[in-house]
């Protein structure tokens, strides 16, 4: 650990931080990273890939039932992502306030989706839930891919 990033390791946990294929596209994935840089959190792993359908259905398994599944499983395999780990003390919720509502109309002004976004179906970036879905996540995405830097 960092001693200027953080004061104790308690409680330091780890979140799955995805820029979706919109935010790439976009050019938004030095804007995105900023963001959580300058909060404080520390990038633990990041690569840029193109997710596979298999591995897009096990990212989202949660929301298998729901009417957009279909539409969100072909946004996130549509184009490559950055997927990223960041830790840090709190970091799981932390990152779900600096990335805003789902949908970006309702998303906080100052927020990523808030600042970036306009549609819930291209709302730019997702962060995990939880810590456990954090790990869930992470395991998942590097899962029989090439990770292509990690500190
Ligand atoms: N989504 C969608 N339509 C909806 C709800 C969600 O297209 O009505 C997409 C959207 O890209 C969202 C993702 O599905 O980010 C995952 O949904 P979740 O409810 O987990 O939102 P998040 O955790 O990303 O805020
Ligand atoms: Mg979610």
């Known amino acids: 650990f960092l001693p200027h990033l953080v004061a104790s390791s308690e409680q330091v ?14 050019g938004l994935v030095g804007e995105i990273i900023s963001r959580f ?7 633990s792993g990041l690569k840029l890939f193109r997710c596979p359908r298999e591995l897009a259905e096990e990212h989202y398994k ?13 946004y996130i395999t549509s184009g ?4 990223m780990a960041w830790e840090g003390v709190g970091v799981v919720a932390s990152a779900r306030k600096l990335i805003g509502s789902t949908n970006p109309l309702q998303a906080e002004p100052g927020t990523i989706r808030g600042d970036l976004a306009v549609q819930t179906g291209r709302n730019v970036v ?9 790990q869930r996540e992470i395991g998942t995405s590097y899962k029989t891919q090439v990770l292509v830097f990690q500190t």
């Open 126 to 134: 997702h962060g995990s839930d939880s810590p456990e879905n954090g």
């Open 80 to 83: 490559p992502v950055v997927c």
């Open 37 to 43: 840089e300058r909060k404080g959190f520390k990038l």
């Open 13 to 26: 946990e780890e979140t799955y931080i995805m820029v979706k294929p919109d935010g790439v596209q976009r």
């Open 62 to 74: 949660d929301l298998q039932s729901k009417p957009f599944f279909p539409k969100l499983i072909e």
